[in-house]
């Protein structure tokens, strides 16, 4: 079982930064691609960054590429999200995921994760 928890959000302005963490219990984090997911009001959620278990390769939506950063620290079983030049359409709640079954590669489906956060909210106004 995994647990996961995320915090760093809240309410900036456009152009700002903002770093999200996930903390995840459990022995086994550091076999377990990881993934990071947002659902705007009325939209469904989606793909956001992408990391593997190693932390070696990496993966982004077009729309946050190049703005956002996906890192993970298996020693504090933790996972950041690095937000920068943020826009009023990333404005959402963000959500970590983990992917239970040891892998070497990087997921970007929702049905691909077993565990999910409860969500940190993110609001960037224009």
């Known amino acids: 079982q995994v647990q996961l928890v995320e915090s760093g959000g809240g309410l900036v302005q456009a152009g700002d930064s903002l770093r999200l963490s996930c903390a995840a219990s459990?022995?086994?984090?550091?076999?377990?691609?990881m993934g990071w997911f947002r659902q705007a009001p009325g939209k469904e959620r989606e793909f956001v960054a992408a990391?593997?278990?190693?932390?070696?390769?990496?993966a982004y939506a077009d729309s946050v590429k190049g703005r956002f950063t996906i890192s993970r620290d298996n020693a504090k079983n933790t996972v950041d999200l690095q937000m920068h030049s943020l826009k009023p359409e990333d404005t959402a709640v963000y959500y970590c995921?983990?992917?239970?079954?040891?892998?070497?590669?990087?997921?970007?489906?929702?049905?691909?994760?077993?565990?999910w956060g409860q969500g940190t909210q993110v609001t960037v106004s224009s």
């Open positions: 995921a983990a992917r239970s079954t040891s892998s070497t590669g990087t997921y970007s489906r929702i049905y691909e994760y077993d565990y």
């Open positions: 459990g022995r086994t984090f550091n076999s377990y691609p």
């Open positions: 990391i593997t278990w190693s932390g070696s390769r990496t």
